[in-house]
């Protein structure tokens, strides 16, 4: 509705299951419904949004229990829980939203949960007593509870096809970083990596939906997430750095290859032009020099200000490998000590690399 910040699917996810998370009151409810084998329909929202909609029903405020939701589910009407989750406001109501509002569901109930919650934007939801499955509305949003067991066979595959591409990153990285030593780099390896990068996340964007589904129940899998995840965004923003071509910030080239579809990332094209080398096919071939961000990094005892510094005085990483520790030692802000690291830093990663290769 016109004035209305408009929210990502994230956001309304977020907002819906910590109301509906195993482990919450209103979740205990509606598996006290589906157990029993009946249907419902649950608005939640403050009388004042509905009032105009409401007909005949029980005028309860009572206090909100799982138990007493449970109960009054067994009449037909509807029931009205309030917004923070208190009070059951009204029971065995019926509801008549406008009927011009489109809604492609197909059972009475269902048909209008979608309605309310078009009409209102308040959270709804619908109860199947026929498939016992819930599905949620708000505004013209839609989504359908899995079973416990669903969500856990999805989540274990999606953290399989994560481990996967976790893996490849590192070794198409490793290669790079061989190529970088060697100045070698051409626009192809480097749009590649990135694509990588991109199909993970895309996996995240599931997995963050099944772990705020999973709600309390998630809590082993959110660590072993966060642990395949580590490193994973410096990693991506120290790539872009090394080798962003256009006018663009970093952050706004993360953001635009996030907002990449799966078929977007496949095509290549639209990576190489996101990162300013345009979107000709000819260009991959071309040869490219890294700033230096990302092997820099990797080195111990040194801090993102002086890598800063060092790409400053030196413009490239090419010209870095070249430099010695008395050059290094010019750099104002850089020690004799740092700079002898910095040397022995990189010597020790390139032979490290030669005996992997």
Do not use: C, W
Not at 28 to 40: C, F, K, S, T, V
């Amino acid at each position: 509705r016109k004035g209305e910040k408009i929210m990502t699917r994230k956001e309304i996810l977020t907002g819906i299951f910590s109301l509906v998370a195993p482990g919450t009151l209103l979740r205990d409810a509606l598996g006290r419904i589906q157990e029993a084998g009946l249907g419902a329909l649950i608005v939640i929202g403050d009388e004042e949004s509905l009032k105009y909609m409401i007909d005949g029903g029980f005028n309860l405020n009572v206090d909100f229990t799982p138990q007493k939701l449970y109960e009054l589910s067994k009449m037909d009407g509807a029931l009205m829980v309030s917004e923070n989750l208190r009070k059951i406001s009204y029971a065995n109501i019926q509801l008549q939203p406008k009927a011009t509002i489109h809604t492609d569901e197909s059972g009475t109930r269902h048909r209008t949960a979608d309605r309310v919650a078009k009409q209102t934007g308040n959270l709804v939801l619908a109860v199947s007593e026929r498939r016992n499955k819930i599905t949620i509305y708000k505004g013209s949003f839609r989504y359908e509870i899995l079973d416990m067991k669903d969500i856990l066979a999805k989540t274990s595959q999606a953290l399989m096809a994560l481990e996967k591409y976790a893996t490849a990153i590192h070794h198409h990285l490793t290669n790079l970083t061989i190529l970088e030593f060697d100045n070698m780099v051409t626009v192809n390896e480097v749009v590649e990596g990135i694509k990588k990068y991109g199909l993970l996340y895309r996996i995240t964007d599931e997995l963050d939906e099944y772990i705020l589904e999973l709600g309390s129940e998630g809590r082993l899998i959110v660590l072993q997430y966060e642990e395949l995840m580590q490193g994973i965004k410096e990693d991506l923003y120290d790539l872009i750095r090394d080798y962003n071509n256009s006018e663009e910030t970093v952050d706004k080239i993360f953001s635009d290859i996030r907002k990449l579809n799966k078929e977007e990332l496949l095509e290549l094209g639209k990576i190489a032009h996101v990162m300013g080398f345009g979107k000709a096919y000819s260009n991959f071939d071309k040869r490219i020099t890294p700033r230096g961000y990302r092997i820099l990094s990797e080195i111990k005892r040194i801090t993102k200000k002086d890598i800063e510094l060092l790409i400053k005085a030196f413009n490239d990483l090419p010209e870095i490998l070249d430099a010695t520790s008395e050059d290094i030692a010019k750099i104002k802000g850089i020690s004799k000590f740092k700079a002898s690291s910095i040397v022995r830093g990189l010597k020790r990663l390139r032979n490290t690399l030669i005996m992997e290769r």
